[in-house]
């Protein structure tokens, strides 16, 4: 105002003040500090292009919206409301990455990696986002529309078809009961999850509610969250993760530069190094359950040692204590790890010996096996969850948890996946942990399978030494069980 005043025009000044107080972070000596340049510049750039437009930055978002965006960002999940939208359309990421995985949790259609679509043209123009193939159709045929129309009205008769079975269990034909809990984040997934059937949470992404936030949630904000979670699902089982930062999650007040983030400081690494961060998460959530006294269970990710559980657990331990000495009365939640590391496949179980569950995160556990970027759209045909390293493992945990009488489950988007869902059910798991988009459809898959079958199917297909043979051996015996149509999967690009 002072340039103004002087008789600069509004631009110039802005870009004048910006420019200075960009060099002042520029020039301070903390990593920290430096990169909250970038938040300044970012904001300056905003108000230009406001002083710029003519446009009063309302947007009126059409009937049918689809979202397309240059990088898919979860801040962009919430732009538009979810009356409006139809898709998502990211022209870089992949069909694994976090913010793909929540796409899906809202049930909405999202293609990832779409490469060399021109969006700065197609604003208002008509489009199809196919999330069964990964693909976009720019101005589509009459033909084209009719087609889609069709498969539209399909799946609503699907999933109107499963509706009714939300409050049932799920029980094989010849008696085999599977507990199917479902993995959220944002608080809209609770709303959706309970409508579903939920009969549990086996993955509440807390990291999710960090990264929308522009500063760390105080220990109360987060007890207020956690509890809203813990109520919703109470008398049900709720594990919440602890803080998995890192690797594509980065919080943009907490700046990690790496040059190998998913090798690097990410998940329990993070907290162990900042005690500060995990101790105030801990009470949170441990405090969280007083007076209500649901089933909490605290699961920690990225485990690579025992030595990071023994450090964890004595954290939680202290953190208890404490919560106690204050005169707070609460139960000391169990405590499980994720298994997604090749190591901890290799270590179950002296895993399991020390904690009261396990869960595999198969999303990173495939990544790291196969050494496969989850976020990289070249090698995606690489990432193969039928992959038989990736079965041997996953059936050599769940073995490992069983002989040490622990509970196992599987909360990556594997266990979504109808026919993977078959084979983890034949090997043991005992929870199967998905969005809740997934949730009625591998109920209904599992509901009219026989448990003998899946026995089959996995004795056969541990025998077998190649990824495609296996999907397509599985796939047949989908067919042959009368479910073919339930094995569309969304493939994502
Ligand atoms: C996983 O890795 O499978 C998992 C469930 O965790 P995330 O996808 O959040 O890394
Ligand atoms: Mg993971």
């Known amino acids: 105002v002072a340039l103004i005043k002087t008789g600069e025009w509004a631009q110039s000044a802005l870009r004048k003040v910006i420019s200075s107080h960009v060099a002042n972070f520029d020039a301070m000596g903390d990593l920290y500090l430096r990169e909250r340049g970038a938040d300044v510049r970012g904001l300056g750039n905003r108000v230009l292009a406001r002083l710029q437009s003519s446009d009063t930055g309302i947007v009126e978002y059409p009937e049918n919206t689809i979202l397309v965006s240059s990088e898919l960002t979860p801040a962009d999940l919430a732009l538009v409301p979810t009356d409006k939208l139809v898709g998502f359309v990211s022209v870089k990421g992949s069909g694994k990455s976090h913010v793909a995985i929540l796409a899906e949790a809202m049930g909405v259609p999202t293609v990832m990696a779409v490469g060399d679509l021109p969006i700065e043209l197609l604003d208002h123009k008509p489009m199809i986002v196919d999330g069964f193939q990964g693909t976009v159709i720019t101005y589509p045929k009459a033909e084209e529309v009719t087609y889609y129309e069709k498969i539209i009205k399909e799946e609503a008769a699907l999933v109107e078809g499963l509706e009714g079975t939300s409050d049932k269990l799920c029980v094989t034909k010849d008696g085999h009961r599977v507990r199917l809990w479902v993995n959220t984040g944002l608080m809209t997934d609770v709303a959706r999850s309970l409508e579903r059937g939920a009969e549990g949470v086996g993955l509440y992404r807390t990291e999710v509610h960090f990264m929308m936030n522009d500063r760390f949630p105080t220990e109360e904000e987060q007890k207020k969250i956690y509890r809203e979670h813990l109520l919703a699902f109470a008398p049900r089982p709720v594990t919440m993760r602890t803080l998995d930062i890192g690797g594509d999650k980065a919080l943009s007040y907490f700046p990690i530069e790496e040059a190998n983030p998913f090798l690097g400081w990410r998940g329990i690494r993070v907290t162990l190094d900042h005690p500060e961060i995990f101790l105030a998460q801990i009470r949170a959530m441990i405090r969280a359950n007083e007076g ?65 569950f396990l869960s595999v995160g198969s999303n990173d556990l495939i990544q790291y096996m196969l050494a496969v970027d989850r976020n990289n759209a070249q090698v995606a045909e690489l990432y193969q969850e039928f992959h038989p390293a990736v079965l041997q493992a996953l059936n050599q945990v769940a073995e490992a948890a069983h002989s040490e009488k622990k509970g196992v489950g599987i909360c990556g988007e594997m266990a979504g996946n109808p026919s993977a869902a078959v084979i983890l059910m034949a090997m043991g798991y005992d929870v199967l ?45 989908m067919n042959r069980a009368g479910l073919g149509q339930f094995i569309r999967v969304r493939k994502h690009s």
């Open 292 to 356: 209500i006294d649901a089933d909490l269970r605290i699961m920690l990710p990225m485990v690579s040692s025992v030595a990071e559980i023994d450090e964890a657990q004595r954290l939680i331990s202290q953190a208890y204590r404490e919560i106690i000495e204050d005169g707070v009365q609460v139960e000391m939640p169990d405590v499980g790890v994720m298994v997604e590391v090749p190591a901890a496949v290799y270590q179950a179980r002296d895993i399991a010996k020390r904690v009261d």
């Open 433 to 477: 942990s998905m969005n809740s988009t997934r949730l009625l459809l591998v109920k209904h898959v599992l509901s009219n399978f026989d448990m003998s079958h899946a026995h089959e199917i996995l004795e056969e297909v541990l025998t077998m030494d190649n990824a495609y043979l296996i999907k397509n051996y599985v796939d047949e015996q």
